[in-house]
């Protein structure tokens, strides 16, 4: 049965795993679009086929590009015009050119056939070049205005394999680098929004599902008696996401929450809770300065934000400092130290720390490959410009995001399994202690008969005594035999002695101490409790069964050369029903529910010490175990 029973964990762990998985790879697929804008610019490292031609004071020569960094080319300083000419080999139904005019002239031309000029009513020189005079140039610029234009222009349907050719010309003290177009449709820009939504909306779904499950597992865990307040930190950090990426998405942009908020600094600032959460589930005293750090932090990037914005109120760049970094390094280091701290695991931790390593793998992985599409499939440019430079250029927004995907994720399968595994136990204990209750009670309804028939005994000792004189007044020796052997045993169910006026504390008391008192275990009572108290039968019989029942295997653990000894104390003060019982107890660590067979009598004692508004004191002594409780009676 066990064997099928783990069968079976093990196909539906697979066939959630097979579902998650083609969940993911629906969304990814929905989140990308081979009709795409693509942009025919030159790079230090990456050439489109273009070729270059420069308007010069010596007249029209052959240029070779020169960067001064990896986007931005070096102009000679005499160039007025620049010519760039490349064969069409992007075959992009109904393609338009799309480029951005920063107060210069430009022209376009296919095959020599002229598509755009700004500069129309000039003539031309031998090599189609002309030369704007200042009148003509203050008409180009009042019609561009002072703000960059965006112009855009459809193609022939057989542009394929024809020569194209941008010129770019410029006002004498207002050199500009060539502008390149880009080349694209209305099918391609209407497609790649529509997956840009279809993306943004599952992550934002998927951020607040997650946000939702957090404070789902936190309540749970409350009804259980288990509630962490930490996860809530973990649901504020789920929070703090999809307010980000709502921010950041498309529908925000167009939508009056990018107007009425204004939530850049979560950029910054979003992975707070998170790195608290991780801090807080340290061992130590040392996550106190972590928790310190981290708060600094936050402070300080929140005050960083605030006077960047000032200084720069229209600059929307990210830039994630390597402060972020520093913070973000040391809180998994010290993670990791807290984890590898343990030198002994059982196989099901080895198990779980394997698990999670394949997630941080997979997480890392899948970050990057998104990155890397996000870079139309350049890897070494992903790797070189968005990891090595940014990095060095002091941009770590790259490897910050990477790095907190990964311990997010591992964070929140980390969360759901320990709540799966603690509501399981939560339903075990229940279970447990659901049956060792109706078990209780059965015992002590046998104990009540047995107390009824005891108490008719007494009852009728006196006819029996009378019945014994007439028959011994006859001389029949035989038959007053027979009766007192009847009798006697009748008298082996009589309660070897009475402890207190309750009947259910005295047959609870006396099943386990007349128990103990047999092995050879010292007993000491004091059961001050009258007949009657306003408790109920059931609370009571669970809390001192589990109580002595301990008491009675603690000692039982004790060789029996040492000293054993069990002392009981019941007796009211007020409304208040004050219970202790002191044990020898071998000298263990840990606490005692921590023991294998153990932890679900001290679950139930301390769920009937709560129900009457009280705490299960426990306190471990050099060769005892204590045990306290005051449970607070409604008077009668």
């Known amino acids: 049965m066990r064997r099928l029973s783990g069968r079976r964990y093990v196909l539906g762990v697979a066939a959630t795993v097979v579902v998650s998985a083609m969940i993911l790879a629906v969304f990814s697929l929905l989140g990308a679009t081979e009709k795409t804008d693509q942009s025919l610019g030159d790079m230090e490292d990456t050439r489109f086929g273009w070729r270059y031609e420069v308007l010069g004071d010596e007249g029209v020569r052959a240029y070779e590009p020169v960067f001064v960094d990896q986007f931005t080319l070096q102009l000679p300083e005499d160039a007025r015009a620049v010519r760039i000419t490349r064969t069409m080999t992007e075959d992009i139904p109904q393609a338009e050119l799309e480029w951005v005019s920063y107060q210069d002239g430009v022209e376009v031309a296919l095959d020599g056939v002229l598509l755009y000029t700004d500069l129309s009513e000039l003539a031309r020189d031998a090599d189609g070049f002309v030369h704007p005079d200042e009148e003509q140039w203050e008409r180009v610029w009042r019609q561009q ?14 542009y394929l394999g024809q020569e194209l050719a941008v010129t770019t010309y410029f ?55 288990n509630g962490d307040g930490r996860t809530l930190l973990l ?23 990018s107007s009425r908020l204004d939530l850049r600094f979560l950029e910054w600032v979003y992975m707070a809770p998170l790195y608290l959460y991780l801090v807080l589930r340290l061992k130590g005293r040392w996550k106190w300065g972590l928790c310190a750090l981290v708060a600094a932090w936050t402070v300080y990037e929140i005050v960083r934000e605030l006077i960047w914005k000032h200084a720069y109120p229209d600059n929307t760049a990210v830039l994630v400092g390597p402060e972020t970094l520093a913070v973000l390094l040391a809180v998994m280091a010290a993670l990791a130290a807290d984890t590898l701290r343990r030198k002994e695991r059982t196989k099901q931790e080895k198990r779980r720390m394997l698990f999670y390593g394949l997630v941080a793998i997979g997480t890392a992985v899948f970050y990057m490959l998104n990155r890397i599409h996000a870079w139309d499939g350049d890897f070494a440019g992903f790797f070189r410009y968005e990891l090595w ?37 939560t339903h075990r ?118 109580m002595l029942q301990n ?59 709560e129900k009457y508004n009280s705490v299960l004191l426990l306190e471990r002594m050099s060769g005892m175990f204590s045990v306290t409780s005051d449970f607070c009676l409604e008077k009668l």
């Open 171 to 225: 006002r004498e003290g207002y050199g500009q680098m060539p502008e390149y177009p880009s080349l694209g449709s209305e099918d391609s820009e209407a497609a790649l929004y529509v997956v840009i939504s279809v993306r943004e909306n599952a992550v934002m779904t998927v951020y607040a599902l997650l946000a939702l499950l957090m404070a789902g597992v936190f309540l749970v865990d409350t009804y259980n008696r």
């Open 235 to 257: 649901s504020l950090y789920f929070l703090l996401l999809f307010l980000r990426e709502a921010y950041g998405s498309t529908a925000g942009y167009y939508s009056i929450l």
């Open 429 to 546: 204990t229940m279970d447990v202690l659901r049956e060792r209750e109706r078990q209780t009670m059965a015992g002590y309804h046998r104990l009540l008969a047995s107390e009824e028939g005891t108490r008719a005994l007494h009852h009728e000792m006196r006819h029996h005594m009378l019945a014994l004189s007439a028959i011994l007044a006859d001389g029949d020796a035989e038959r007053a035999h027979r009766y007192v052997d009847a009798v006697a045993d009748d008298l082996e169910h009589l309660p070897t002695g009475r402890y207190c006026q309750n009947i259910l504390v005295d047959m609870i008391a006396g099943s386990f101490l007349d128990q103990a008192a047999g092995e050879g275990i010292q007993v000491e009572h004091h059961l001050n409790v009258p007949e009657k108290m306003n408790i109920a039968d059931e609370d009571l019989s669970v809390f001192l069964s589990n």
């Open 145 to 158: 205005g002072e703000t960059p234009r965006t112009t855009r222009m459809t193609l022939p349907g057989d």
């Open 389 to 425: 430079l940014s990095l060095r250029d002091g941009n770590c927004w790259s490897w910050v995001s990477m790095l907190t995907a990964v311990i997010s994720w591992m964070t929140v399968l980390m969360v759901i399994s320990e709540a799966i595994r603690r509501t399981l136990a």
């Open 551 to 609: 008491a009675l295997e603690a000692c039982r653990r004790i060789d029996q050369s040492q000293e054993r000894k069990i002392w009981v104390d019941m007796h009211l003060r007020g409304n208040f029903l004050c219970v202790q019982c002191v044990n020898s107890a071998p000298d263990e660590t840990g606490e005692p529910e921590q023991r294998e067979g153990h932890g679900y009598g001290l679950a139930a004692m301390r769920a009937v010490a």
